[in-house]
């Protein structure tokens, strides 16, 4: 269906960006501002629930408390809609090099980092909610979607999360949350590792025929070598990622930023960066 021309809280369609599984993007603008596009999201008809309610309501209510150049800026929400800021350049899976990557990952953990300290997690990081800009060397690099974002405090009294959360995505995601503990800043590290492993290589750490195969592999396995898809230059970067990806929270880096950083360091070696395959 052609939705130009269909307004939401004042804001006009003009073209769709981008589609998931329960929502459509469109660029948009304000009709009091038609030079300044937004990016409309809008549940589809058949996701407009309570449930999807409350977590477009969620997101909007953590990415608007959370004030970071690398973060989505939300401006405005209603009934199934949410406006926030239009990102021209696509997914981060659109850089070319790993310099620039590596970069990419830098700014958005330092974003997690930020959100960590503020007491929330984000819960849903991966290539897929990382945009970039169109001229990235300057305004880099943005973490979207908080709907399944997660503030520390609501764990407070709370019960244990059931193991089998059907909102995570799978292949991103640590070894706690699959065993039905509330995510903490070392989930978004794992995930964020997970991404990295992506981007460098073309796929996650652990391949799998099944969720269950999955599954099994962030509990029990070892991830595969970056080396072994990025040649003996990458060695050392096969400890950090082993680290990032460790399966008790305790024995991962202090930070995001710390991955990124020891990550940055053993792959822009003096042997040269790697080249990381198209994704």
């Not at 969620?58 to 959370?66: C, G, M, T, Y």
């Not at 880096?253 to 990381?276: I, Q």
Request: with cysteine; glycine share 8%.
């Amino acid at each position: 269906m052609n939705a130009a021309g269909v307004h939401y809280g004042g804001y006009l369609i003009e073209s769709e960006i981008g589609h998931g599984g329960h929502a459509r993007v469109y660029r948009a603008h304000h009709r009091g501002a038609p030079d300044t596009p937004v990016a409309l999201k809008v549940l589809d008809e058949a996701h407009r629930s309570a449930a999807e309610q409350a977590r477009l309501d969620r997101e909007f209510a953590f990415a608007s408390a959370l004030a970071h150049p690398n973060i989505i800026t939300v401006y405005r929400h209603g009934p199934f809609w949410l406006a926030m800021q239009y990102v021209d350049g696509g997914k981060v899976t659109g850089l070319r090099t790993a310099p620039d990557r590596l970069a990419a990952l830098a700014q958005v953990a330092a974003a997690l980092d930020y959100a960590h300290r503020a007491g929330v997690v984000h819960s849903d990081v991966k290539p897929a909610n990382i945009l970039i800009h169109a001229d990235f060397g300057r305004s880099g690099a943005v973490l979207t979607d908080f709907g399944v974002a997660h503030a520390v405090v609501e764990d407070v009294g709370h019960r244990p999360r059931q193991p089998g959360n059907p909102e995570v995505s799978l292949p991103y995601t640590a070894p706690e949350i699959l065993q039905g503990k509330a995510p903490t800043a070392a989930t978004d590290e794992y995930a964020l590792a997970c991404t990295a492993v992506e981007l460098l290589t073309g796929a996650p750490p652990f391949p799998a025929d099944s969720a269950a195969d999955l599954a099994e592999a962030h509990l029990r396995l070892l991830p595969p070598p970056l080396s072994d898809t990025l040649g003996p230059t990458a060695r050392a970067a096969d400890v950090v990622v082993q680290r990032a990806l460790a399966k008790y929270p305790a024995r991962r880096y202090e930070s995001c930023t710390d991955f990124v950083a020891e990550l940055a360091r053993a792959l822009l070696s003096d042997a040269g960066p790697v080249t990381p395959p198209e994704v």
